[in-house]
């Protein structure tokens, strides 16, 4: 999986604490299930729940490629998850 990613990218990717392993999870998991969103534009937004962390990846496919454009992330714990 050819993933491109732009130094303003990886500022923001590394600010937020999302590695490029979990963008790759992300992406893997979303093209295989065919479970993102599409935009007017064309690009995609994908997600994927890792443990407690939901990162968000959004991107364009070139061809083999994809280069992501942008990524957030939250926190998830479910009530039945939070300790006392």
């Not at 999870?25 to 599409?38: G, I, S, Y």
């Not at 070139?62 to 039945?80: A, E, F, Q, T, W």
């Amino acid at each position: 999986m050819d993933i491109q990613i732009s130094s303003e990218v990886e500022g923001i990717m590394s600010e937020r604490g999302i590695s490029a392993e979990d963008v790759k999870t992300v992406l893997e998991n979303a093209e295989k299930n065919q479970t993102f969103l599409v935009g007017d534009d064309g690009s995609f937004l994908a997600k994927h729940r890792l443990e407690n962390f939901c990162p968000y990846v959004a991107y364009e496919k070139d061809g083999d490629s994809y280069v992501i454009k942008s990524v957030y992330s939250h926190r998830v714990l479910l009530g039945y998850e939070i300790e006392e």
